[in-house]
């Protein structure tokens, strides 16, 4: 387990990062109103819940596989596979980049191999907590139009 300072150091980063993830997440939070409509807002309250319960990757990274191998839902647009890809790889060398930046400013004998696992699925929430947002908006926008539309 990394120093305290070291801890700060990278969620001062994860936050930085995590705004970074605002303008990518709307797509995919457009896509999910798209696929999931308002009927199915389990499935992203679920992936929400799993990535903040969880303390593996492994465990976001399975729901996204099963839910993509049941659901034609999140098979649409290819939605489950570019989640999937996007929260392995590119989240991943975020998480590299801030832990190498963090062992560059402060004591490195605080960092333990656990410390790049912890700050990608930090990542990995702030991601999915973005993407729901972007959801639930695009969900409540369409949901109010609608009602207006058939007054």
Request: hydrophobic fraction near 35%.
């Amino acid at each position: 387990m990394a120093t305290h300072q070291a801890e700060v150091a990278v969620r001062q980063l994860v936050s930085r990062k995590s705004d970074e993830y605002y303008t990518d997440t709307e797509g995919f939070g457009r896509l999910a109103s798209t696929n999931f409509g308002e009927k199915s807002k389990s499935q992203i309250r679920n992936l929400e819940n799993v990535a903040n319960a969880s303390m593996s990757i492994a465990d976001i990274l399975d729901f996204i596989k099963r839910q993509t191998g049941r659901s034609k839902q999140w098979q649409q647009e290819d939605f489950g596979r570019t989640l999937l890809e996007r929260i392995r790889e590119p989240l991943l060398a975020d998480a590299e980049a801030i832990v190498e930046g963090v062992k560059a400013t402060v004591e490195q004998h605080g960092f333990d191999a656990d410390d790049l696992r912890r700050t990608h699925i930090l990542l990995c929430r702030e991601f999915i907590r973005h993407l729901s947002a972007h959801y639930s908006y695009k969900i409540g926008v369409s949901s109010r139009r609608t009602r207006r539309e058939t007054k």
